[in-house]
């Protein structure tokens, strides 16, 4: 029982929480915060202030932490949503539709996103992009025989985030093909 008093006393005395920080203590500590969170991985400059706010409730403190992280230039929106857009086509093939709601979700603001999303689909286009997941899906699954299996191939396209003329052409052409094979 002793041993649980002395260190219940403990926490007390080296506990630096009890005593109120200074307000440069509070920056300092604040701009540490944020240094960690954007080395575990990058993150837009809302959904840093969000994750600082959570702990420092002086938005005037946050403010400076994230224009000083700017000056730095280890927050930029532009480059990040670039960076995030490209990495998400090169992993899988993904539609403009639902790319622009991923950055919408990470707090990307609508033009930085459009402007991100027309460079990257610029580079690679959605056509290429929806040959590449009927590819795929055909190797995994195998042509769509029917069209329940027409239909199936037809959902995911479309919660790939292509859009419906794209997606109804290439999947007319798939069963298509299909049916020519078989005769």
């Known amino acids: 029982m002793l041993a649980m008093r002395q260190r219940g006393s403990k926490k007390q ?41 959570e702990r420092c409730s002086n938005k005037a403190i946050v403010g400076t932490v994230i224009a000083r992280l700017r000056e730095y230039g280890y927050l930029d929106d532009e480059r990040y949503a670039l960076g995030y857009a490209l990495l998400k086509v090169k992993q899988q093939p993904i539609g403009r539709r639902r790319l622009q709601q991923a950055l919408a979700l990470k707090k990307i603001d609508r033009s930085v996103a459009t402007e991100a999303l027309d460079q990257v689909y610029a580079e690679t286009s959605e056509e290429e992009l929806i040959d590449r997941a009927i590819e795929k899906r055909i190797r995994l699954r195998g042509r ?33 093909a299909d049916l020519e094979d078989v005769e």
């Open 13 to 53: 005395v080296n506990n630096p929480e009890a005593r109120p920080l200074t307000p440069e203590q509070l920056r300092a500590r604040t701009f540490q915060r944020a240094v960690k969170l954007l080395a575990a991985k990058p993150r837009s400059v809302a959904e840093l202030r969000e994750r600082l706010a």
């Open 144 to 176: 769509p025989k029917n069209r329940a299996e027409a239909k199936s191939l037809f959902d995911h396209l479309l919660r790939q985030g292509f859009p419906l003329e794209l997606v109804s052409e290439k999947v007319r052409a798939a069963s298509r």
